[in-house]
Structures are given as C-alpha cells and as structure tokens.
C-alpha cells in the first residue's frame, strides 16, 4: 500500500484547505484511515480517522466542528477538508492506513501500517 499526501501550504488564520491522500497498492478494506499532525517540537497528534469501510468516524475535539474526513466512492483518495483553520492548526499533516479495522486502535500511531509523506500546512495569523 502506498498513501501520497497533498493540498498544504499557506493559509490565513479563517481560511480553508483540503488535503488530499492517494492510495495505491493491495488494501483489504476494513482497515482504520486516519490524519495525523506533527508540529514542530511535539509528538504526532491523532486529527480524525474512520474505518474505510465505515462504521465510526471520530475526530479530535480540536478540531471537531471545523475538519471533515472523508474518502471518494472508489476509496482511492482520502480526504480532508479543514475549515476555519487556527495559527495552531499548523503541523506536517500525515495520511495513514491500518490493515485493521479496531476502534480501539484508531487514535494511535503505533497501530498504523502505512503512512504517507507528509504536507505542511501553515496557518498565518
């Protein structure tokens, strides 16, 4: 499986971006889908996540209300749309895929198989 990332860059603070997350490669597709973000200096941070084949979709309170994950009918692409974006909301942002599909699992890092490359999103004030 590979998982390519893409859509960061600068935004002012109230603005929006979408980041985008090709995936490629054999997936079994009853596995957890998540974003994860990485600012500088601090551990990667779980942002939303669901299992590909639906079933739960959870989001990390900071951004609850303003992010939406989601993914395209033909589960090539994962998607995620960040509204009223915050000078805090400034991280690498990271695409992950996990072969399984356990709520438990889904907000840690360490349960993910695949990750992608990583897209900068800045959040100017």
């Known amino acids: 499986v590979q998982l390519q990332a893409s859509g960061g860059g600068l935004v002012e603070a109230g603005g929006s971006l979408r980041l985008s997350c090709g995936v490629s490669?054999?997936?079994?597709?009853?596995?957890?889908m998540a974003w994860f973000r990485q600012a500088p200096g601090k551990e990667r941070d779980f942002v939303a996540g669901?299992?590909?084949?639906?079933?739960?979709?959870y989001y990390t309170d900071s951004v609850k209300g303003r992010f939406t994950i989601s993914r395209d009918n033909a589960k090539t692409t994962l998607y995620l749309q960040m509204n009223s974006l915050k000078p805090e909301d400034t991280a690498v942002y990271y695409c992950a895929a996990a072969t399984r599909g356990i709520l438990s699992t889904l907000r840690t890092a360490p349960a993910y198989d695949y990750w992608g490359q990583g897209t900068l999103v800045t959040v100017s004030s």
């Open positions: 669901f299992r590909w084949n639906g079933g739960y979709t």
């Open positions: 490669g054999r997936t079994n597709g009853g596995g957890n």
